[in-house]
């Protein structure tokens, strides 16, 4: 396809949330807004079961990241094979965030950097560095900063460069 402008817009099936979850989200992020809703009409409502001017999707930008929420119903559910990466440049970024997405989350989701938030979606935070650090070029150091990782739930930056520069 040439001179074509490819756009990915992530697309987020909530059960009947979707709103809530947009403004939750943007709630978090400096760098956000909500864009466009739509909503049920009497079109379809044998097959989706929604009721009229529910809210069907909602736009919205999470650091020039589009994102559709959509109300689907209960059909699906999220994993953690799938999450979304926030890179922190500092240990500050990575509690803010931790703290802010974990919020009424599940807390036997979080491990290494990972959490699952009030709505089943899961995040990574962590910081700028950390890849780097584990593909270090000296097998030991790798080992070492994986070792500490795999001991914490949210990342302590000063414990992973400790764990490398041992």
């Not at 990915?8 to 709103?19: G, M």
């Not at 807004?33 to 999470?62: C, D, N």
Request: hydrophobic share 35%; proline share 2%; net charge negative.
């Amino acid at each position: 396809m040439k001179n074509k402008l490819l756009k990915i817009t992530t697309n987020l099936w909530f059960d009947t949330q979707a709103e809530e979850a947009a403004r939750f989200y943007t709630s978090i992020f400096e760098n956000s807004k909500i864009g466009r809703t739509t909503y049920y009409g009497k079109a379809g409502r044998e097959i989706h079961g929604m009721s009229e001017e529910t809210v069907m999707t909602i736009e919205f930008e999470l650091e020039g990241q589009t994102f559709v929420a959509l109300n689907g119903g209960p059909h699906f559910k999220f994993t953690e094979a799938i999450s979304f990466i926030i890179h922190c440049e500092s240990q500050e970024d990575v509690d803010y965030y931790w703290e802010k997405l974990s919020q009424g989350g599940d807390e036997k989701a979080q491990a290494c950097g990972w959490l699952k938030d009030q709505f089943g979606v899961s995040w990574q935070i962590i910081p700028e560095n950390i890849t780097d650090m584990i593909n270090d070029t000296d097998p030991d150091r790798s080992a070492r900063v994986m070792t500490a990782l795999y001991q914490m739930k949210k990342i302590d930056i000063n414990t992973l460069k400790l764990a490398y520069n041992e």
